[in-house]
């Protein structure tokens, strides 16, 4: 199995891209992971708490378990994923049940910046988007499809997702095998990207094969 991991600012257009190289790759060969998936439950704190925490930094995720769940399906067994409701900022009891397949992408905005989920991945991605497109799709899908309103995605956006995009996000494009400029729009982007993993699947991995002997990272 090979991991692609893709990374970028919130709203870039990460899933947008992970979306269409898998619909490329076909689903029955990809299995799809988001890191948002592995956010802390925070369900022991008040709703004023939860709306006061730092949701952009590594800490914010249960690194530990993403870890051990790419490793379970690197060895070819299937994984159950945490459910997490952006609404309530807490995971709730459902998890979702995925097998291995010969293609993971893993997709959030901090899986280049952590050590340990970078040194799984195999083709590191980095989904670039000019600020202010970030921020004005941000706004509008977080009232459309999160539960926030203009002035909390705002007030969010200003003391925590700006200062931690600077601090951990940008920094970890420097680890990115490819750049994707203009994120959900480059067509031309995702194609060629495809095109690869499919070229290098067939041929590194004898196409849909999920065992560790045709793991990307011990061929090369
Ligand atoms: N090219 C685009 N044009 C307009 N809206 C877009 C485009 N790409 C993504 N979006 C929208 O912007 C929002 C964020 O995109 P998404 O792919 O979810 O980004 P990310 O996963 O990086 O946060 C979504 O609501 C998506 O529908
Ligand atoms: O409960 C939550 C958890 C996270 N967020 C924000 O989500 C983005 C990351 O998701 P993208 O899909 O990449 O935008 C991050 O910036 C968090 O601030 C949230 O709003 N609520």
Known sequence: MIIIGIAGGSGAGKTTVARTVAERLGEENVVYISQDWYY?????????????????????????????????????HPIEVPHYNFST???????MHLEPKSVAILEGILVLAITEVRSLIDFKIFVDAEPDIRLIRRIERDIR???ST???????????????????????????????????????????????????????????TTNNENNLAETQ
């Open 40 to 76: 802390k439950d925070r369900s022991h704190l008040s709703l004023e708490e939860r709306e006061k925490l730092n949701l952009d930094h590594p800490n914010a995720f249960d690194s530990k378990l993403l870890i051990a769940h790419l490793k379970q399906l690197r060895q070819g």
């Open 89 to 95: 900022q807490s995971r709730t009891t459902k998890t």
């Open 145 to 147: 499809e999160r539960n």
């Open 150 to 208: 203009y002035e909390k995605t705002v007030k969010r956006y200003l003391t925590t997702v700006k200062p931690m995009h600077d601090a951990f996000i940008e920094p970890s494009k420097i680890f990115a095998d490819i750049i994707v400029p203009r994120g959900g729009e480059n067509e031309i982007a995702t194609d060629m990207l495809a095109e690869f993993v499919e070229h290098y699947t067939v041929h590194h991995s004898g196409g849909t």
